[in-house]
Each structure stands twice: as structure tokens, then as C-alpha cells.
């Protein structure tokens, strides 16, 4: 039965790194972008989704919040601000669509490029460095015990972080219950909850929700 | 009160952070640290170290804190050194340097360096750093105070010394220049359970006050912090003087001095004049200040000011963020990472600035209230001891794997 496969739940902390290099306009950032590591692209990226957002503050990346509030360009920021992280599997992807938004802007507002920014653009980088936890699931209510407990790093890493690691454009936690636990309609639920908008502990309460109506679906199911 | 253990900050941050944290240095082994710096009382630095210490050997990484010696010449000169690095331009003479490479040079003949990886804490011991040929171990520079704007006679100095290092730390992008050497951000943080931060009972709150004279009958501004030029304790004054046209408040400046700064007498002169007697300004010097005082200090204030010119990162404000208070903070150094504008707290520019903001706080009771939660939970998230802990963690095994951008542990 699907259901005697494991889940161990890992977690994941990172280093910032800073590079001591910056950006003053749009035509440094092009250059900072086009040639700074792929984990400095997810590091202004994706990272950003675990940063500002338990304070309510509506950050959705770095690039975006720079733009806007350092160079006033407000269209370009919406264009970085709109970015669905979750459909993009691989860095390189992401980091060419960015540089396209920054080169598409440049044709369409050559002005922009002429401005200086207020403050500059800091690139960073970062360390990420994954590690098991003691913590296992081996069906779903067990995994909705363990769901309350585990760290919103490990929440992080399993919901967000692994869709980057196995370049799917899918979460660890659907697949399991996908495929370990054959659950389809469950997965696709949990799929569905959107990462731009929601905070890390608001994600695990919608997990959890769609976790228990469906146990409370089977309990309540008429025995034929 | 007795010495927080680790298993007491489950508590505060939640069991599943401190497991994480034994994992993580179950990955890191027997390993040893050795933390030097230039003064053993007053500052950030050394509240910090008086925690992290402790806490990194009951995680089993056996950590110790050495203090480097040094006559009033050495700290004068090394004082000198902290206000370049923070943007004085005033040329320092040959001397100088050679005193100070003279002191590094007794210490590092008096010290010995066996752990596992040696951090020197600011510029007055970085001239300590063995040459990598010399050495087994891995030698890490953490610097915290304000580089963005440093005097480039004493960076220029100093920066050969630095690119010996196998890293350096700063606390803000903005202080990092480009180096040689890997560099990396760690947060300064904040010790919930140390009596300066954790939960203190109304009636010692009250009666610290009553203690120093301070009426409660107006709402109070406190700003806390060393009495130095670079906290702008007199530009508080004048922002005070402005807004106390439209709200009726006192201002609270609270001060000790650490014993590596010579400037601080000059400072509370001027600060003094500032003030020219006004009654509802309360001028307090502490030469030891008591940390539960500063705790009532601050859950007594509607409202903490911050207002630095130069900063490196500003405990005092995660300390406030911690209590829920609303916070306004001048846009330097470390402060904008703690402090997001209108979110966890007000961000300013000016002295008009810093006196609006004061208004508008005052005028506005439920803004105030929104932004103490949302700024305890940023300091929850970021600038508490726990994290501290982790962020030393990770930096060891970071440097076992230089160039990695991932680390898998299994």
C-alpha cells in the first residue's frame, strides 16, 4: 500500500553573503544581474518569500522593493513584483527572465536608464545548507501531527525551497501525498495555495485545513 | 535570577528552533571558538558575547572570550580609529598606527590561538591575525560599526590586515567593501530572558521611575544609548523641542559610557547645554548602567527614539521592538534592516523628521500599537541570542566547505 512510504522531514537555514558590490542605476543592475551567481538570483528572489513576510510587510522581492523605492520606476517594479515564483523550476530560467524585464525596459523607457538611484542596490548571496530532522510521517494523519510542530524553516524547504532542488514545479509535500499516498485531488488542492501572497505560518494553517477536511471527509463517510 | 539555559528559549522561540540548533552543531562536531575583543563592559558587543558564550558551549562548541590589554594611548588612538571607520576624515598621524600595531603586537605575543576558528571582534584587535601560513585553524574578522563611508587612510590601513582573514562579518550590505575574502551577514542580537529584555513586573517599572525623579503624567520619549556624536543626543533635543509645540511629552536620554571611550564627558556637556534645564528633559548618566533599569526605561516609554547619524546596527532598537514599543530610527547603518518603514516602525532623515514622527505617534495610538507587534515579531524572526547561535553554526560549517553554495547535510 502507497502508504509505507516515509516522509523525513528535512530542513534548511541559510548564510547571507554579501559580495561588496552595488548598483547605482538600471544599467549597473543589468550588468550586476547578467553576471552574479545563480544563487544570488535566488537569494533576491525567492528568499524574499521567507524574509518580510510574517511582519505583513508586502515584499515580494528585492529587485521589485529597490526599483520602487529607490529609482521610482513603478511599472517596472509591478513587472518584478508580479513574477510567479512557482513557475519557474531552475534559476537560469529565472535569472533570463529577468535580465529580458530589465532589457525589455530599456528599449521601451531609455530615460530610465539615465537616473541615478537614491540608495544602491546591494548584491548578496547565499549559503544554504540542508539537514535532516528527527521528525517522520508515515501516513497522512501522522503527517498532520507533525505538521504543527515542525519549523517554519522546514515549511519552507519542503514547500518552497524543494521546488528548486528537483526542478519540478511541484512542492514536496503534494508529491508525497501524490504519490506515496495516492491522493490526488488532495495534492492538487495543496498545489493550488498560492506562495506569493500568504506568510510561511499561514501556509502551514491552509495545509492543515485541506489536510483536515479530508480526514474529516473519511471519518464521516457512511460505512456501505 | 538564575542563567538561562538553552531549553529555556523553547519558550520564546519555540521547541522546533532549538532542536534545529542541536542538530545543526551535532553536524558541527567537537569544535572550539575563540572570540577577542577590546573591552569587557558596556556596548553591544559585549552584552552579546556575554550570551553567545555560554550558549555555544552548551551546544557543545567549547567557546571562550578574551579581552586584549591596552594603555589609555592604545584606546584613544583605537577610539580614533572607530570614528574614521564611521566617516571622520580627520588624518590620523604616522604614531598612531605604529602605537597600535605596537599593542596588537604585546597581545598577540601574550595570547595563544589553538581553537578551531578565532573571531576578532571590531578594529581594535584585527591587527592580531596570524599569516595563513602560520596557521591551522580559520581566523574570522567581525566588524560592528558603520563602514559605509570610512576614512580611507585608516581603511587603507587597515585593509591588508583584513584580506589576511579566511572571512569577514559585517552587519548591513552597506558596510561591506569589496574584498579579497568571502564576507557574510550576521544580525547583531538581543537576549529575551536577560533582565534587560524579559517581562518585568509593573510595580519595579514604576518604581524606577519614581527612582529618578521621572513624573508620569505626560507621555514619555526615551532615547537610549551611549552619549556620543554619532547617537545625535542633541538633534533628539531639538526634535523633542519641535514636537512638544503640538503634543505634550517628556524626553528620557539614558546613557553609560563604555570604558574604551574617552569622548563621553565632552558629549553630556553639550547635551546638557542643549537642554538648558528644560523640566520635562531628564538627563540621566549612568557609569554602570543597571539592565533591568534600562528594561523599565524602555517598557515605560510610549515612544523610542534612535535618531543615529552613524550607526552599526543599534541593539537598542530590537530591544525595543522586543517590548513592543514603537520605534523611530534614524535610516543609517543597521537600523532599516530592523526597522521597515511603516511597518515595523518609523525610518527618518531629520530632526524635523525625527519630531513629526514623534507627533504623529503620539496622535495616532493604534498605528503605534500595530507597529510594536509587527516589530516584535521582525525581532523574533531575526535578531534574537537563538539565532545568534545559529548563524556561528552555520559560519563553521561554511568555512569547511568554502565555495559551496549548498551544503548537504546527512
Known sequence: MAEEYVFQFSSSAYLEKLSGKQACNLDELLKLIESCTLSSISYHTFSALRKFREVHAPYTNDLAVWISRNLHEESLSEKFGAINLTEYNTIESLKTRIVDIIKDFRDQNPPAFQKKADEPFYLCDVTRIVYLTDKFAYNLKSFREVLDSISINSLYFHFIESRLYNQLHLDDISTWIEQSLGLNKLAQSIRNIDINVYTLNEIRAKIAQLIDEHLNKLNTKPTV | ?410
Not at chain 2, 577577542?36 to 555560554?54: F, Y
Not at chain 2, 503620539?362 to 510594536?372: D, I, M, N, T
Request: net charge negative; glycine share 6%.
Open chain 2, 1 to 410: 535570577m538564575n542563567i538561562p539555559t538553552l531549553s529555556d528559549y523553547k519558550s520564546v522561540v519555540g521547541r522546533d528552533d532549538i532542536e534545529e540548533l542541536y542538530i545543526l552543531a551535532s553536524h558541527v562536531g567537537n569544535r572550539s571558538i575563540k572570540m577577542v575583543n577590546s573591552t569587557a563592559t558596556g556596548g553591544g558587543v559585549v552584552e552579546m558575547l556575554h550570551r553567545v558564550v555560554p550558549l555555544l558551549n552548551e551546544l557543545g562548541v567549547e567557546t571562550k572570550w578574551e579581552v586584549i590589554k591596552g594603555g589609555s594611548d592604545f584606546f584613544d588612538i583605537t577610539k580614533a580609529f572607530h570614528n574614521a571607520l564611521q566617516g571622520n576624515e580627520e588624518a590620523l598621524p604616522r604614531e598612531a598606527f605604529n602605537t597600535y600595531l605596537a599593542y596588537n603586537e604585546m597581545n598577540s605575543q601574550e595570547m595563544d590561538f589553538d581553537e578551531d576558528l578565532i573571531v576578532i571582534h571590531d578594529p581594535q584587535p584585527a591587527a592580531l591575525i596570524q599569516l595563513p601560513l602560520h596557521r591551522k585553524n580559520k581566523w574570522v574578522w567581525r566588524c560592528h560599526i558603520d563602514m559605509s563611508h570610512p576614512n580611507q587612510q585608516v581603511w587603507e590601513f587597515l585593509r591588508p590586515y583584513i584580506e589576511q582573514y579566511d572571512a569577514a562579518i559585517f552587519s548591513s550590505p552597506l558596510f561591506s567593501p569589496e574584498l579579497s575574502i568571502p564576507q557574510y551577514r550576521f544580525y547583531p542580537a538581543i537576549d529575551p530572558l536577560a533582565d534587560k529584555n524579559r517581562d518585568l513586573d509593573v510595580t519595579y517599572i514604576n518604581s524606577t521611575l519614581e527612582k529618578y525623579k521621572i513624573p508620569r503624567d505626560k507621555p514619555i520619549i526615551t532615547q537610549i544609548s551611549r552619549y556620543d556624536p554619532w547617537k545625535d543626543p542633541v538633534g533628539v533635543i531639538q526634535a523633542f523641542k519641535i514636537a512638544r509645540k503640538n503634543v505634550d511629552c517628556r524626553l528620557l536620554l539614558v546613557g553609560d559610557k563604555a570604558a574604551d571611550d574617552p569622548e563621553a564627558e565632552a558629549i553630556l556637556t553639550k547635551v546638557k547645554e542643549e537642554a538648558k534645564d528644560d523640566p520635562d528633559i531628564h538627563i540621566i548618566f549612568l557609569t554602570h548602567s543597571i539592565p533591568t533599569e534600562i528594561n523599565a526605561f524602555q517598557r515605560a516609554s510610549d515612544i523610542i527614539l534612535q535618531k543615529s547619524i552613524r550607526e552599526g546596527f543599534a541593539l537598542t532598537v530590537s530591544e525595543a521592538l522586543w517590548k513592543y514599543r514603537p520605534v523611530i530610527g534614524g535610516s543609517v547603518g543597521g537600523i532599516p534592516a530592523q526597522i521597515i518603514h511603516g511597518f515595523t516602525g518609523m525610518l527618518v532623515h531629520s530632526v524635523e523628521g525625527a519630531s513629526l514622527q514623534i507627533r504623529t505617534l503620539l496622535s495616532q495610538p493604534e498605528l503605534a500599537k500595530r507597529l510594536g507587534e509587527n516589530g516584535h515579531q521582525r525581532v523574533k524572526d531575526e535578531f534574537l541570542i537563538t539565532k545568534s547561535l545559529k548563524r556561528y553554526l552555520l559560519l563553521l560549517l561554511a568555512l569547511d566547505h568554502p565555495g559551496q553554495d549548498k551544503i548537504s547535510l546527512t
